[in-house]
Structure formats: C-alpha cells, structure tokens
C-alpha cells in the first residue's frame, strides 16, 4: 500500500462543535499525519497523509462528523506528501 496526501474541505455547521479535535482523533486512531484548522469562511480545512486506504477512512468519517456537526460538503485534492510527524491542530 503507497502513502497518499489529501487536503480536505468540509463545510456544513463545523466550527464551533468540537469538529477539529474529533478529526484529530479520528487521524491519529487512523495513524495519519497532518493537521486541521477553522477557515474564516466557517469550513474545516485538514491536510491527511498516510496509507492510501486510511486516508480514504479518514474521508469516509469526514462525511459523517462528530454528532453535533452537519456536514453539508467534503471536498479533496490529492497533493504532495508533506514532511510531517503526528496530526496536529492549527489555530
């Protein structure tokens, strides 16, 4: 299995109901790599790389999100695999 990397836009009621951390634990369950943060236009923005079908997991999960999110839209593009440890949470 390659690794892949994929950022992540998620839209939908995600700020503001735990939706960064959740994601932060659904990757390092996943042993991903990468970080996530709020967007000023009220979208999750998440960068995931890893092993192809865990990255797709991550995907997956993202549709459905923690229980207070509604997620209305999960968009991606693959891009490169950046140099990163661990799966972090930006401010």
Same mark, same amino acid.
């Given at each position: 299995? *390659?690794?892949?990397?994929?950022?992540?836009?998620?839209? $939908?009621?995600? @700020?503001g109901?735990? =939706? /960064?951390?959740?994601? +932060?634990?659904?990757? #390092?369950?996943? $042993?991903? +790599? $990468?970080?996530?943060?709020?967007?000023?236009? $009220?979208?999750?923005?998440?960068?995931? !790389?890893?092993?192809?079908?865990?990255? /797709?997991?991550?995907? !997956?999960?993202? *549709?459905?999100?923690?229980? &207070?999110?509604i #997620? +209305?839209?999960?968009? =991606? &593009?693959?891009?490169?695999?950046p140099?990163?440890?661990? =799966?972090?949470? @930006?401010?």
């Open positions: 299995m *390659h690794d892949i990397a994929m950022k992540i836009r998620v839209s $939908g009621r995600v @700020q109901v735990w =939706f /960064r951390n959740w994601t +932060r634990e659904e990757a #390092v369950k996943l $042993g991903l +790599r $990468g970080w996530v943060r709020n967007e000023p236009d $009220g979208t999750v923005l998440a960068l995931a !790389a890893g092993p192809e079908a865990r990255v /797709r997991e991550l995907l !997956a999960e993202l *549709h459905r999100g923690p229980p &207070d999110a #997620v +209305r839209d999960v968009s =991606f &593009d693959e891009t490169g695999i140099d990163l440890t661990g =799966f972090e949470i @930006q401010r």
